[in-house]
């Protein structure tokens, strides 16, 4: 017998004789209610938790840090809510403009990547966002 024969005669067949399934998908009938498939697709898509809020990288610390960049509790509060709206609006990172100081915000995961203050701004390009906000 030929090598070529062989493989195809040993296609399907397991350890110890047993017959395999022909790697062919196996369409399983739905069942009352929606399938698995759809409710995983539907989680996959949905935005964090609004609830959830704002963390920093340990890259954006030092960047606060070593700028004397400070965030009040209030700018806290009016980032998270902007957080939301991005994500309810389709955002994945999006640039924070907070008075002088620009922020990217991965909205995804909830964190803020990098934080720059207006010296630092100038001639700067903010690559990988797709979006933006203005925090009065």
Do not use: W, Y
């Amino acid at each position: 017998m030929d090598p070529k024969a062989i493989a195809e005669a040993a296609a399907g067949v397991q350890p110890g004789g047993a017959v395999g399934p022909a790697r062919t998908p196996v369409q399983i009938p739905p069942t009352s209610g929606t399938a698995f498939r759809d409710v995983l697709r539907q989680q996959q898509q949905v935005a964090p938790s609004s609830g959830e809020p704002l963390r920093f990288s340990a890259h954006a610390l030092e960047r606060l840090q070593s700028r004397k960049i400070t965030i009040s509790a209030e700018d806290m509060a009016r980032m998270n809510q902007m957080a939301d709206k991005a994500a309810q609006k389709g955002a994945k990172s999006s640039l924070f403009m907070l008075r002088d100081v620009a922020m990217v915000v991965s909205i995804k995961n909830r964190v803020v990547i990098t934080a720059v203050d207006g010296e630092s701004m100038k001639e700067n390009v903010f690559t990988n966002i797709d979006s933006a906000a203005i925090i009065g």
